[in-house]
């Protein structure tokens, strides 16, 4: 027993027929590689974004860095006039600190030069 069909079919299938089964499938196709093409350059102009920002991101963060260094000295002296340090015994650390620095500097510099040699 044969069932019933589903409205009328075409009985012949000629060239015309699979052209057109062809063209079908073609502009499916195009038009999901178009669909497609569109994702990458958006993937593409987000990917640009992203390093911009994250570029950006690690210029503030050494800004970040630069503030918290800053604000650091302030604290210390901020204590320093809270517990009526005396303004000698500051400027005392200070040289101290000012001396020592240099003289790390210096050998820096040394062994700067010894290792380009």
């Known amino acids: 027993m044969k069932t019933g069909m589903k409205g009328p079919q075409r009985q012949i299938m000629d060239k ?3 052209l ?3 063209r ?3 502009s499916e196709l195009t038009t999901e590689i178009n669909k497609l093409q569109k994702e990458i350059e958006m993937y593409n102009q987000e990917n640009s974004v992203y ?4 570029k950006r991101a690690e210029a503030l963060a050494g800004e970040i860095k630069e503030f918290q260094g800053q604000l ?3 604290n210390m002296l901020v204590d320093k006039l809270n ?3 005396d303004m000698e015994e ?3 650390d200070y040289n101290t ?3 020592q620095n240099d003289l790390e500097s210096q050998s820096m510099d040394i062994i700067f030069t010894e290792r380009q040699a």
């Open 24 to 26: 079908s499938k073609i």
């Open 51 to 54: 390093l911009s920002y994250e």
């Open 20 to 22: 057109g089964l062809l």
């Open 97 to 99: 600190l000012k001396t």
């Open 72 to 74: 650091a000295d302030y």
């Open 83 to 85: 517990t009526n340090t």
């Open 90 to 92: 500051v400027m005392n």
């Open 16 to 18: 015309s027929y699979y």
